[in-house]
């Protein structure tokens, strides 16, 4: 029986780069994303990718591209602290009875991801606004 | 009873995987599971780690979508040697099937041990990115040895026996100096002797439920690197056995071809002490 040969140096490794990763003077995430500018070419470049997919764009038909882009970015600005509010509808009945599923909203969430990776926002900080995206799984599928 | 030789199998599954990579290097024919999501094919052919079962299932197809793996991956150990085929689908999301063929070569004892296991699992509720909770699943394994004459001379009691299993998995995200970490749980309740290639049940004691886990960073999106730990029933008198576990690194080139590597420590096999090894497997995925 050897049950800690592997794990306590490896449970002591990833305490310990955790401990490392909590500096009290961390700017923002929003600042770490890059701010207002990088959101905005995220977005841009997101949606790109949505127009690309003929099962995905569907939902956007009746939709001003434009209006989405802005509220859309605000809203990933007010979810990293940056100095935006999101006073859209919340998200339930934003996407209420489109008929999204979850190979949809899966895809969505690799073009954010790609966009994100495309506009050289670094790793932590993708994982860590995409961590602070995955509850809105529950609000934007309740009423599908 | 050796249907086919692991070498042509290799080469078969490597034009497979690389033709597919070749054909289907975008989107097309993959699922829309983020890449990973599926895990990779575990010994017993389920979607897994490699040593345990994962509540993910294979491949990435999510609602509305089916998928496919095979798997072929082989273990050298100091005196054995371990070949697995397997192959997996996924069904909407909701079910996996999975078959696989264990072989394992007595390189001192001399002869080998072959298994045959059939499995299902089923997810129960959640997803393993967006659900507070993760996913959770239930699986069975139906398992029979090709000989039983082995088992039988150790003091195992079946030639077959079944293994029923509870698994959680939950990715957390931005845990680990920036990266996601992956967690996995499994509860499983067996009488399996070394997996099955022992055979089933003993003179030590029966059925019982032995605990699984495992963790894995993302250092990459395409790359996980973790280890995993199972507990083992210790039912032969004559052969005792430790619990395993494993030092993994999973390699996901895209949604259609994995490769993992692993370092095992697996304990006394059959009588031989510490048997400690290499392990490497790939998998396509449809």
Redesign the interface.
């Known amino acids: 029986m050897h049950v800690h040969r592997y794990a306590t140096p490896l449970l002591l490794a990833l305490w310990l780069t955790g401990c490392a990763a909590q500096d009290a003077t961390q700017p923002s995430l929003y600042t770490r994303l890059g701010g207002m500018s990088t959101i905005d070419n995220v977005v841009e470049n997101m949606l790109y990718r949505v127009a690309d997919d003929p099962e995905v764009v569907v939902f956007f038909a009746n939709t001003n591209i434009d209006h989405f882009a802005e509220a859309f970015a605000t809203q990933l600005c007010d979810i990293s602290d940056g100095p935006c509010q999101y006073d859209g509808p919340p998200m339930d009945r934003a996407h209420q009875h489109m008929g999204i599923n979850d190979a949809h909203f899966n895809r969505v969430v690799e073009y954010l991801a790609d966009a994100m990776e495309e506009e050289g926002v670094p790793l932590a900080e993708q994982n860590e606004l995409l961590g602070r995206l995955a509850p809105l799984y529950e609000d934007i599928m309740r009423r599908q | 009873m050796r249907n086919s030789s692991p070498p042509a199998l290799i080469r078969g599954l490597v034009f497979l995987a690389v033709a597919s990579t070749l054909l289907f290097s975008g989107s097309a024919l993959a699922?829309?599971?983020?890449l990973g999501t599926g895990g990779v094919s575990a010994i017993e052919g389920a979607a897994g780690g490699g040593l345990s079962p994962w509540a993910v299932l294979t491949s990435t197809a999510?609602?509305?979508?089916v998928g496919a793996t095979a798997s072929v991956s082989r273990a050298w150990l100091d005196d054995y040697r371990l070949t697995v085929e397997a192959a997996s689908a996924n069904l909407y999301?909701r079910v996996e099937v999975s078959v696989a063929r264990q072989t394992l070569d007595l390189e001192t004892l001399g002869g080998e041990l072959e298994q045959t296991i059939v499995g299902g699992k089923v997810r129960l509720f959640g997803?393993v990115?967006?659900?507070?909770w993760g996913v959770w699943s239930a699986g069975f394994q139906h398992k029979s040895v090709a000989d039983d004459g082995i088992p039988k001379v150790l003091g195992a009691k079946e030639g077959q026996g079944n293994d029923v299993y509870l698994s959680a998995s939950k990715l957390?995200?931005?845990?680990?100096?920036?990266?996601?970490?992956l967690l996995n749980a499994t509860l499983r309740n067996t009488d399996a002797n070394q997996g099955g290639l022992l055979g089933f049940g003993g003179d030590s004691g029966g059925r019982q439920w032995v605990a699984e886990g495992s963790l894995g960073?993302f250092v990459?999106?395409k790359w996980v690197v973790g280890?995993e730990?199972r507990q083992k029933p210790d039912l032969l008198g004559a052969a005792e056995e430790?619990?395993w576990?494993s030092?993994y690194s999973a390699y996901f080139f895209n949604k259609h071809v994995s490769l993992t590597a692993a370092w095992l420590?697996l304990?006394d096999i059959a009588g031989l002490a510490s048997q400690n090894g290499a392990y490497a497997s790939l998998q396509a995925a449809f």
Do not use: K
């Open positions: 699922g829309s599971r983020i999510s609602e509305q979508e999301d997803d990115l967006y659900h507070p957390v995200f931005n845990a680990v100096a920036g990266r996601n970490l960073v990459t999106p280890m730990y430790d619990d576990q030092l420590s304990g």
